[in-house]
């Protein structure tokens, strides 16, 4: 698989599961591979998991968005950097998460979160 076609699956699964109306079902089905090992403390393996997870999520957070800044791959892994709002008015988080794909199924994950502060020593964003 090319990296190309590797980000267009990480991008569909982002945007299908992360944004607009959070359709989480149909992006599991459609991108994660039969095994998914997770690497968040949070979150358990495997797809069911996943989907139980993030519905009860985005039943606390509809409005909650996931803005790609910038997508990387290398062979089966892509990284993201993102913006994650909760709501609207949230400051956010950014977000670096790591895919390793397997047939073209997200079968592994990894990701650190760091809230945006309200001051920071620089001028710099966080994007």
């Not at 090319?2 to 359709?23: C, L, M, P, W, Y």
């Not at 459609?30 to 519905?55: E, M, S, W």
């Not at 910038?70 to 892994?77: K, L, V, W, Y």
Request: net charge negative; with cysteine.
């Amino acid at each position: 698989m090319t990296s190309e076609a590797n980000k267009a699956v990480v991008a569909d699964f982002i945007n299908t599961v992360f944004n607009g109306t959070h359709q989480v079902d149909e992006g599991a089905a459609r991108c994660l591979g039969p095994t998914y090992r997770q690497h968040n403390p949070d979150v358990a393996d495997g797809r069911d998991a996943f989907i139980a997870n993030f519905k009860t999520f985005f039943a606390a957070h509809p409005t909650s968005t996931f803005e790609v800044k910038r997508m990387f791959c290398e062979g089966d892994f892509v990284t993201v950097h993102a913006h994650w709002k909760l709501h609207p008015e949230d400051r956010g988080s950014a977000v670096m998460d790591i895919f390793r794909l397997e047939n073209q199924l997200l079968v592994e994950h990894w990701d650190v979160v760091q809230p945006i502060p309200a001051t920071m020593a620089h001028t710099n964003t966080m994007f």
